[in-house]
Nanobody, 130 residues
């Protein structure tokens, strides 16, 4: 059974940093794109794309709102993806979810599409206080 477990969320002040991790189990995802999405309070129907990374870790994409502040990385040996979040703002407050993209998806045109991701974690809360 595939499981994705996020960790590293918490409460931080504006300008602070957090590092999220997402450990996968049940199968290896070394050949899959992995990504992070978030759901802000009051926007429970909206999954906002945050970042994605290809299987080799050589191509990454970011939402404009986090570009320059967040960094996605992965360790295929550990079947884990990370999200380093710096210079956090109150508007970054959300539940953060990691996800694994469906094999064979055209990365360059689907990296930010929720429907192209097959496996999802249960999320970790990030709260940034002002």
């Amino acid at each position: 059974q595939v499981q994705l477990v996020e960790a590293g969320g918490g409460l931080v002040q504006t300008g602070g940093s957090l590092r999220l991790s997402c450990a996968a189990s049940g199968r290896t995802f070394s050949t899959n794109v992995m990504g992070w999405f978030r759901q802000a309070p009051g926007k429970e129907r909206e999954f906002e794309f945050v970042a994605s990374i290809n299987s080799r870790g050589s191509v990454t994409y970011y939402a404009n709102s986090v570009k320059g502040r967040f960094a996605i990385s992965r360790d295929n040996a550990k079947n884990t993806v990370y999200l380093q979040m710096n210079s956090l703002k109150p508007e970054d407050t959300a539940v953060y979810y990691c996800a694994v993209q469906r094999s064979g998806s055209p990365y360059y045109s689907t990296y930010n599409l929720r429907q192209s991701y097959d496996y999802w974690g249960r999320g970790t809360q990030v709260t940034v206080s002002s």
